[in-house]
């Protein structure tokens, strides 16, 4: 899986939030604990303290008690006068009462009762200090009733029996307390004797003291929840800020990615889109920017390089082909395309093997290879290199076309071969030159001299034949000469009929009919070579004679077609086989049993001589020769 | 982004911020100012010292009183608590605002459940709480020691304020408690100072020995300088409710003071900002009940005295 450089970014941004959170979550579990255990360790201290105050502000009431009736007793006072100076001098005690020694109730004093709430006889007689119970008013408040010995001189005088508002000890402690705790002061069975502070909860946390010289216990309790407040507030406030730097952080980071990436997405889109031209302006001058900008200068260069490539590719004079590893092919140059008459769409997308025969994938140099394109076939010769560009690999196709090079050898070839058929012509020539000259002279004298009309119409034929035959020779030496005259005015018509004449005989006697039509003024004129238009019509027409069965027909037709007149000569005889159509033009390839192979190659000379065309074509039935010449140089 | 920047330095500020309380004192004229300043005292003592008062004075008239206890309600958002300086702002607070969630401190109120605020002292109601000064009920005691110090005086006149109903208790108790004593006590309604002067010239006349103050608004406020400065005229001793008043002139007085009140109400205070519920914060007593003679005037009005029962006074004011 591909993650990209802003997402593992992110990912990491999310790690460190994580890594925080838990942190946060750790430190926030061991302070709930340090709280608990540093809460146990001092509480319990406090609660110590404030129990061991409780028990000595206890004393000190008893002790100041004991002081002062001793003193008030000194200076006379009855035991009203002095409960009433009691309750007056320490703070804490309203009230108090007076028994005598055998514990009947003697004397009161009250600072807010008239008639206070005296027990009549007292249950304890010993002569110690001594709890005595507790009473509640309506406020809630609590007093302890605490027995004191009177001794006057060692002698015992009874007792007085004071109340001390527990309240107010208690307040005293709590003030020692800190915020938020349970105050509970209790009895030797653990009930609750006096409580401060009331928080409702359901989890407490409790430690507790025993009041030194009592039976009670005074116990602090505090909400869980409480003691943890720190904990708590700290997880709150380090959420509060730990969410406002990382959201600050965030947004700081996020325009600091920003800034870095913003380029880069710019560049990546330029990179992608470069082939399409469409070029984004990069801006920024920081390290980024310049990494753009230099990053932009190497597209620019990879662009201009990539155009030189192209333009090579382009401007090769021979065919070049882009083909992929599958052999598809991706990219062919105009030359090919100019070259071999084909549009690109029909050659890119198309596997090379339906155009060439031989493709590899491997560095190759074929000297000739067939280049198949519709239904045309190209002599080349192919190089492959195998090349790397940013699609991947492929082979670079060059093809350079040996087609004309081929026919020029042809051409070579052929012209070799007329050359030697003209000297071999022009040898016989010499040679039948001689014998024609007899033969005539001879055909001659027997013509004027003798009487019979047979013998003389006969000597007559072989003196015609004979001066046809010289005129044959000679007309084969020009032949042999490089240039044969100039064209002059000819009547096609006229030479066209001449030669079907001449032809005639040979028809007559073979019993092949000769159909002429002619769809032209028969007036009309051309430039050319008479001699060599009579050859070429001789020897095509005889050749459809000699194709012909007896009894069918060599049609001739003569017709005006864009600026050439053009001959017809179609027969009806066995046509040639397709794969020889085209050496037929060759010297000396012939089908026939007693040909000599030059008559065709002859006519093929002439017509290129004189601009012409000539074409062969199987029908149904036989075969049809097309030739056409320019009325004046070219069609 | 550097409104972002400021905008966090802003919250930082924030969160350094401490609270700071505030507390609303209501009371209905000069004579509770002594409340005050112990209740002050007393919160310093307790270490409470992030404490803003805002003081408001009805400045002895009872309309006043009341548009100031309005005053308050409408800022009661601002306070933390509310202390006022007896059960008369107590109840005009109650009366205005019967669902009160602020809590109310009396500092040193009297007759509190006969005013009604309170069904509980145990477990206050109201959300009012605070201490009870109990001048009512120590009305008894007072004729009490009235009787051992001036065994003489046979009939004495109360001033009362018959439309409080805490008046009338404490009237009630001191007529009752008289009777007990053999003193003759016959409550007098005055509506102004002019009618003040006339009683109180009459009141040899009349045969009254002396005059007893009873807690209600007027005698805790500008009725009892008027109060004294006639007795004074007229050499009739005066048997007043707190120290401070001996100090003023009084004969005598019985019960606690107005600081020692408010200094009692301060740790009620304490323990309501520490965040303990009013209703489990009850009320307390009283606890510093002195008696205070005023020995130059007792020496000026000549008035006769038991000797013996001077022992029972906790101060002698020279």
Known sequence: MRVSLKTKILLLFTFVLTIQGISYFHHFYILKQELVQRWNEETNVLVSIMSDKLSSLLEEKVSQINTLIAKYERLGLSPEEVLWRLSGD????????????????????????TMPEFEKQLSSLLERVERLGYQKDSYGELYIRIKVPDFQDNVFKGFYVVSINLNSLLEDVYSLSFQHVNLYLLDSLGRTLLSLQHTVSKNFLRVSSPVKGTDWTLVIEEPYQTVLEPAYQFLLRAFFFGFLSTLGLGVIFFLVIGRIFKPLDRLKESLLEWNEKRRISLQGSDEIGMLSKTFEELVNRLEREKEVYMNIFNGSVDGMLLVSKEGKIKRVNKSFLERYSVKEEEIVGRDISQFLEHGSHQTL?????????????????????PINVEEGEFLLYQIRDLTEKKELELILYRTS?????????????????????????????????????????KAGIIMRQALKSAETVKKLLDMAKVFDGKPQEINPYSITREVIELLSFKARRKRVSLEFTADINTHAGMMCSSWKLEQVLINVIENAIDASQQGQKVEIKLKWENSCFVWTVRDYGEGIPEEDLQKVFEPFYTTKKDGTGLGLSLVKRFLDDMNGNISMYNTQKGLEVVISLPSKTQC | MKTFILFLLFLSLLSCSKEEKKIAILISGEGRMSKVGGFQDGLRALGVKDVNFDLYTGD???????????????????????????????????????????????????AIKTWGLTESFSKPSYNITGVDN??????????????????????????????FEASKVATKITVKAGERYGIKVVPISVRDVLDLEYVISHMREDGFDGIVITPCFYTEN?????????????QLPVFCLSPEQAKKGCTVAYGSSGYQQGYQASFIAYRLLKGEQVKNVP???VRNIKLVVNERVLREQGVQYNQIALSLVDQIIP
């Open chain 2, 222 to 234: 500008f009725l009892t300088s008027y109060i004294l400065q006639y007795a004074s005229f007229y």
């Open chain 2, 283 to 285: 009320f307390e007593k």
């Open chain 1, 365 to 385: 140099f074929i000297p000739e290879a067939l280049l198949t394109i519709g239904s045309k076939r190209y002599v080349v010769n192919v190089c492959t290199v």
């Open chain 2, 134 to 163: 109990l001048n009512a009920e120590l009305m008894e005691k007072r004729m009490e020691i009235l009787h051992k110090l001036f065994p003489s005086i046979k009939k004495v006149v109360v001033f009362c304020t018959p439309q």
């Open chain 1, 90 to 113: 320490i703070a804490g005690v309203s009230e108090g009462a007076f028994y005598d020694t055998s514990g009947r109730l003697l004397a009161f004093s009250s600072r807010l009762k």
């Open chain 1, 417 to 457: 071969k007329l050359s030697l058929a003209g000297e071999m012509a022009c040898c016989m020539a010499h040679q039948l030159n001689n014998p024609l000259a007899s033969i005539l002279v001879y055909a001659e004298y027997i013509h004027n001299t003798v009487q019979d009309e047979k013998l003389r119409e």
């Open chain 2, 60 to 110: 002895n008239n009872l309309k006043k009183l009341e548009e100031k206890a309005i005053e308050v309600i409408n800022k009661l958002d601002e306070y933390n608590m509310i202390a006022v300086g007896g059960s008369i702002e107590a109840y005009y607070l109650k009366k205005l605002k019967p669902d009160m969630k602020k809590p109310v401190v009396i500092m040193g109120g009297t």
